[in-house]
């Protein structure tokens, strides 16, 4: 069976209290049942982490090479802008990925612009909410079917 595994950054546990007008109003945990849900529908296995610490995403992205876990979807949230720790944890692991975003970085703030992960992604949706996590399911499944 093929394993995704969802990571999800800091403040991201926050979601539906958190700048709403960015994030929208659903929870994390809303977000990722109806995740699990979809995943389930599609044959897939499917679990997820939230983590607001910069170590333990990378602990955990080593955890899922050693679970040989075949594709991730992360979002990386505030690191996404910072961390080559996470960047080089992905290349070391070798598991293909999609960057993931709520709000439509690209058009935001200038530092929100820089992403460490964009280059080595298998593509990156951003700016659909919490449907951004689907459309990275999506992707993946379509890459996945013959
Ligand atoms: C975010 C965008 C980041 O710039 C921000 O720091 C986040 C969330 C998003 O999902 O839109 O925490 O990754």
């Known amino acids: 069976m093929i394993k995704v595994?969802?990571?999800n950054g800091p403040?991201?546990?926050?979601l539906g209290?958190?700048?709403p007008g960015q994030y929208g109003q659903r929870s994390l945990q809303d977000?990722?049942?109806?995740?699990e849900q979809f995943a389930l529908d599609c044959g897939l296995e499917l679990d997820h982490i939230q983590t607001n610490s910069e170590g333990k995403m990378v602990d955990a992205i080593q955890q899922a090479g050693k679970d040989e876990v075949n594709y991730i979807i992360i979002n990386p949230?505030?690191?996404t802008h910072t961390s080559v720790a996470i960047r080089d944890a992905l290349l070391a692991v070798e598991i293909p990925f999609v960057?993931?975003?709520l709000s439509a970085v690209s058009s935001r703030e200038p530092f929100r612009q820089i992403t460490y992960f964009s280059d080595i992604a298998m593509g990156v949706i951003s700016g659909f909410r919490g449907e951004s996590y689907l459309l990275a399911l999506?992707?993946?499944l379509n890459r996945i079917e013959p």
Not at 11 to 14: D, V
Not at 31 to 35: A, G, N, S, T
């Open 11 to 14: 403040n991201l546990n926050l």
């Open 77 to 79: 949230a505030g690191y």
């Open 99 to 101: 960057e993931v975003h």
């Open 5 to 7: 595994r969802v990571f």
């Open 31 to 35: 977000i990722m049942q109806e995740l």
């Open 138 to 140: 999506q992707a993946i």
């Open 17 to 19: 209290q958190r700048e």
